[in-house]
């Protein structure tokens, strides 16, 4: 009979989950590369971009899939994860942005809740893990949808689908702002009381 004592095996450096993290992280640079030799008009080039952006996310979905599913859960991919995330999607507002396919102001409120999250996430982790919400998922989608949309050269009359799913990510991203500060501060009052 097996001792309960016995301490969990950690799951290694190199797994599925941490490859897939790894592609995403490589990924970024190449989507850059792609945009800005799209220079935000060349249609084949916004394609390629648009392509690479969108395997890069599909990799953020199935490694975190990969990871919980076969407990794969490492320190690397813990950290390696959210900043592979918020690298690519920066990177993505930030293109568009400066290429005038997206307002500025969108690409701040994003990165300033993305940053600010990250932040609050540091602040109470000593206290616990705020889990991902609904919210926050159908936030991330919203997102990746609209930036997809964004980086293709779609012509009228379709081309403003894009803009109403940017503006629900964006409603989205400042609703589960909000909610994820009142849990941090939830979850910090509760641990400073036990």
């Known amino acids: 009979m097996p001792s309960e004592d016995v301490p969990k095996k950690q799951a290694p450096l190199l797994n599925a ?3 897939l993290t790894a592609l995403r992280i490589v990924l ?5 590369a792609a945009l800005i030799v799209s220079d935000g008009t060349h249609t084949g080039w916004l ?4 392509t690479l ?16 599913a076969h407990d794969l ?7 390696a994860d959210p900043i592979a995330d918020k690298a690519l999607t920066g990177a993505a507002l930030i293109g568009l942005s400066a290429y005038d396919l997206l307002p500025w102001w969108v690409t701040v409120v994003i990165i300033v809740r993305e ?3 990250t932040a609050l996430r540091f602040w109470v982790m000593r206290h616990g893990v ?10 991330t989608l919203l997102q990746i949808i609209a930036i997809i949309w964004y980086l293709c050269p779609i012509p009228d009359p379709i081309d403003h689908v894009g803009s109403v799913v940017m503006g629900a990510a964006v409603l989205a991203t400042v609703v589960t702002g909000a ?6 501060l939830t979850l910090r009052r509760t641990g400073r009381e036990r």
């Open 17 to 19: 989950a941490n490859v």
């Open 179 to 184: 909610d994820y500060v009142v849990r941090a």
């Open 28 to 32: 970024v640079p190449v989507f850059v």
């Open 130 to 139: 705020i889990a991902a919400s609904r919210g926050g998922k159908l936030k």
């Open 115 to 117: 940053l600010g999250v």
């Open 47 to 50: 394609w390629t971009s648009a």
């Open 53 to 68: 952006f969108a395997i890069a996310s599909i990799t953020d979905y199935w490694d975190g899939r990969i990871a919980r």
């Open 73 to 79: 859960v490492t320190p690397f991919g813990a950290v």
